[in-house]
């Protein structure tokens, strides 16, 4: 995943950014990049320490039916190996796995960033609203 969309996905997460910037890049991308990126936010997702406990909020914060096979798959766990699966989903359900996984990924990015706000040694806790913060990143990291 490219720097600037690690930084959106993290301002998302903060609140900062909208489902639909984000929706509206994954739209543009191919069915492989598509893939890249859905592997890439498992990866944050995972980064965030997800609970089995968020699963109720994260489909909730969603506004997917629980009935998507993209929900029922994400009632089963957070492990990786069941994260992986529902990434691996097929194509046309690929929107809804990037919804619920930027769900996950927001109510886990909220907990862990309420204990490890602006922890100097992790950008992603930085608070990103503040355009020094993203300069910042972008200098030291890109």
Known sequence: ???QDEILVNKFGQGLAS???LLD???LFDLMDKNKFLNDLLFLVLQSKPIDE???DAIRESGLKPTFTPCV???KGVSYHNLKKIAELPAREKEKVLKLFLSLFRVS?????KLERNDPNKWWYW???KDENVK???NQFS
């Open 1 to 3: 995943m490219m720097l």
């Open 19 to 21: 489902y639909e910037v």
């Open 25 to 27: 890049k994954f739209q």
């Open 54 to 56: 968020d699963i109720g």
């Open 73 to 75: 798959l994400l009632l």
């Open 109 to 113: 990015y909220q907990r862990r960033f």
């Open 127 to 129: 608070d990103l609203s």
């Open 136 to 138: 910042k990143v972008i």
